[in-house]
């Protein structure tokens, strides 16, 4: 996520960063047939992907930044032959999702994964729900188990989880995204912002990007504050597992912590750090062949799999 930020604009005042409405009601979160409706209900865009047969266990799975809930489709589709159903739904701000383009503010991603856990487990009684989460979905299944009011998943999966921090990256980007979110929130930054793109490959596989390129819920531009947003969260994410050391990691569900040796959106610095801060809670799987995006990436598959038996040696 390197974004070059050029800012050579003249401002007569300061804007607060926008960030979607907090959340509100106390109703009885539910999975419906193509959303998950939250406990202020808001209708969250959701797609399931159906165990064949009796499902063994159910995965609750969080998109990256910038994605919906259709990221989650090459893998659930591998996890339903094996007996997996999948709910993923679009988080707020992304996908089909109220207030589109707009951060809704870590405290309501994870209110609305706390939620979605509480919702599967309702529909359905009896089988085991893990809640996975690729990239920014993973920054905010990793906050979660470390908050206050942590979701109760049988186990949680990091895919190449959001854990760059302010602390990681250079003075020039933190200033850049301070000034950027408080002084021109709404600007729009896209790969060519600077007059040039920036490389960054996501995945080898090639016909998958091009099919996002393509998408036109899968989001191409992202506005300063949003940004702000994000880096927000993945501070929260670096020091997470501190957090939990402090007491929760005794109770907080086992971990599987997944990352390629080739990912170029989040550098190896802060990812091993957390792996390491992380300690025996998490079994770590490293790909030497994997991106960032390695659910889908070409050997996506070996790592669905990988997911899957994990899943089901944490099972009686």
């Known amino acids: 996520m390197r974004i070059a930020f050029v800012f050579a604009l003249l401002v007569l005042s300061a804007c607060a960063p926008s960030f979607a409405p907090p959340l509100d009601g106390g109703m009885t979160p539910k999975v419906v047939d193509d959303a998950l409706l939250a406990r202020d209900g808001t209708r969250l865009p959701l797609r399931r992907w159906e165990a064949q047969g009796p499902p063994r266990a159910v995965i609750v799975g969080l998109h990256g930044m910038s994605d919906y809930s259709k990221a989650l489709e090459m893998p659930a589709k591998v996890w339903a032959k094996l007996g997996i159903t999948t709910l993923a739904y679009d988080q707020r701000g992304f996908g089909l999702s109220p207030n589109p383009g707009i951060w809704a503010g870590a405290e ?140 929760a990691i005794k109770t907080a569900p086992p971990i599987l912590f997944l990352y390629g040796a080739n990912d170029q959106v989040i550098p190896a610095k802060p990812t091993q750090s957390v792996i390491a801060a992380l300690g025996s809670k998490a079994t770590v799987k490293r790909y030497e062949h994997g991106y960032h995006m390695l659910l889908r990436d070409l050997e996506g598959e070996s790592v669905d799999k990988d997911v899957a038996d994990w899943i089901f040696a944490r099972q009686p």
Not at 128 to 137: D, I, K, N, T
């Open 108 to 247: 309501a991603m994870r209110a609305d994964l706390n939620d979605a856990v509480a919702a599967a487990r309702a529909r359905y009684p009896g089988v085991p729900v893990f809640a996975l989460g690729e990239s920014m979905g993973g920054a905010v299944v990793l906050t979660a188990a470390a908050s206050a009011n942590p979701p109760a998943p049988d186990g949680i999966i990091l895919v190449a989880p959001a854990v760059w921090s302010r602390g990681d990256m250079p003075l020039t980007y933190r200033a850049a995204l301070f000034l950027g979110a408080h002084l021109v929130p709404g600007m729009i930054l896209s790969n060519n912002a600077a007059g040039k793109v920036v490389t960054i490959i996501p995945s080898d596989n090639v016909e998958m990007l091009r099919a996002l390129g393509r998408d036109p819920l899968f989001q191409k531009r992202t506005r300063t504050d949003t940004l702000f947003g994000l880096v927000n969260l993945m501070d929260e994410a670096r020091t997470a597992p501190e957090k939990l050391k402090d007491g």
